[in-house]
């Protein structure tokens, strides 16, 4: 790769036309993700771009975790930078685009930029994220304070995601040192409300330098992340530039003009972002999709009980993949009530999609007369409850083995926290869409995809999850009679206590300052920690809230730890 190149040819240029792309690379796929940023080079030229800015780590797709450890992965990475670069040669954008390099100093998060055939220049990321979901400081090394690149007469800086959300001054040092535009590629993963927060960061450093600000994020899903777009600029002058959609993937050309007093975007995308309900639906779609396919599962299977937890994610699995490639399986014992059988069969109709009913009172008898001598003398109780479970489990995972399908996990976030789930049962399965939703938030999300299809959705319009599924009391039915509540606070209170627990890290006596019972908050606690072994062997899902369990949310299994207060 070649040192930094002054290209002056364009001196005093008065129009730059930006284009910015917000893609879905598969991480691992180089050759994927050259192919995809070739076509997006194409697009930008036929739109008259002068420069196409990809997102963070776009050529080894974001986050590459470990695999940035092996040479051979970081020299594929490179060699794909140089393929790009050479395209350049006959003319059209120039581009700025991700990847993991390494020298004799280190391994960096670095962006390349390309023009006439080279690698004008490489930066490296400065700040390095190590918290939440993020450990970058265990792979990359921190890389040298930039300077701006000089692309066609524009002095450019460019900023890696964490640059302008930290302190280290980077964004300073780039306007100090004669940077005329901020253009800053993302890899910032979906969260609700992250939109606004990101604006809020940009907005800073705009204030802070004096110059405009370009945010390139990325599309897609990638295990428990989902990247949502949602790209956006703001002018020098606070004004937001332009917007980009969110959860969809597309490249949009902006013009950029120099005034007296600097860049002023003259035409950009002025997309309307989605909100609460509808923007945690599109991203569990989103998430499931990306998943499924990306994993090359040709499709899912998933138990439907005739509760709410497993017909939103049938909902979603159907939106997500189309009917043809969704299997419900409804498997009755004879604690299953009417109600349940009539709710789920009505479901699948609704949805269009295969249903089939798999009564478990043969295995479940057989289970209980293996174990008859075993257990003999002793009373039943949640033993005998979880070997329905476990029989459902089997039963999924047996469908799953002999047909190739993905067995999709359906327990909320309340359920999870709780441990109101059991291993090898409900909890078996490849991914869980609504892993990181609170329960009174899956009954939010069902009650929006009634009124509304999302953007690219491949299900129906109108009902899709029956009315009496979303009205009637939530029960697991390994009893007579059993609701939630029988073992639970009810779901407004346990969700509320779950999230000063869990998202706010709230003391127990600050709970309890808001209104909550002591002792149902400390059982709460109790019953949240000795889940963590549960959670643990979870399948993984899609990250919703601020703070999920696995990659956000770190706490040892062993753990003595109560809150007195």
Known sequence: MTSDQDMTSDQGRATLRIAVAQLNPTVGDVAGNLAKARAAREDAARQGADLLLLTELFISGYPPEDLVLKPAFLKACRRAVDDLAADTARGGPGVIIGFPRQDETGRYNAVAVIDGGKVIAVRDKVDLPNYGEFDEKRVFDQGAMPGPVNFRGVRLGIPICEDIWGDLGVC????????????????SPYYRGKVDIRHQVALKQVIETGLPLIYANQLGGQDELVFDGASFAFNADKSLAFQMSQFEETIALTTWKKRADGWVCDG?????????????????????????????????????????????????????????????????????????????????????????????????????????????????????????????????????????????????????SVGYATLYGDMNGGFN?????????????????????????????????????????????????????DSLPPY???????????????????????????????RIEHLLYIAEYKRRQSAPGVKITKKNFGRDRRYPITNRYRDRG
């Open 172 to 187: 300073e040092t780039l306007a100090e040192s004669g940077a005329e535009i901020l253009l800053s590629p993302n890899g």
């Open 492 to 522: 407004p209170v346990l969700d509320d206590i779950l999230e000063c627990l869990v998202e706010l890290e709230m003391s127990t006596e600050e709970i309890v300052a808001r209104g909550h019972d002591a002792a149902t908050v400390h």
């Open 268 to 416: 950009g995308p002025t997309s309307r972002i989605p909100e609460k309900e509808e923007a945690d639906y599109r991203a569990c779609l989103l998430g499931f999709r990306d998943y499924v396919n990306k994993n090359g599962f040709k499709n899912v299977v998933l138990g439907l009980s005739g509760g709410i937890d497993s017909a939103i994610c049938a909902a979603i699995a159907v939106d997500a993949l189309g009917e043809e490639r969704v299997r419900c399986i409804m498997m009755p014992y004879r604690y299953t009530s009417r109600d349940s059988l009539k709710d789920a069969a009505d479901c699948a109709r609704l949805l269009g999609c295969r249903y089939d009913i798999v009564p478990i009172e043969a295995p479940v008898t057989g289970f209980l007369s293996s174990l008859s001598e075993l257990f003999e003398g002793t009373e039943e109780g949640i033993t005998e409850e979880n070997l329905q479970s476990r029989a459902r489990g089997t039963i999924l995972m047996a469908v799953s083995n002999k047909f190739g399908s993905m067995v999709v996990t359906t327990g909320n976030k309340s359920e999870m």
């Open 433 to 485: 869409p609504i892993k990181d939703l609170y329960k009174m938030q899956v009954y939010a999300i069902s009650r929006w995809r009634n009124a509304h299809v999302p953007p690219g959705a491949l299900g129906p319009t109108g009902e899709v999850i029956p009315k009496n599924i979303i009205d009637k009391a939530p029960s697991a039915e390994l009893r007579p009679n059993q609701t939630d509540q």
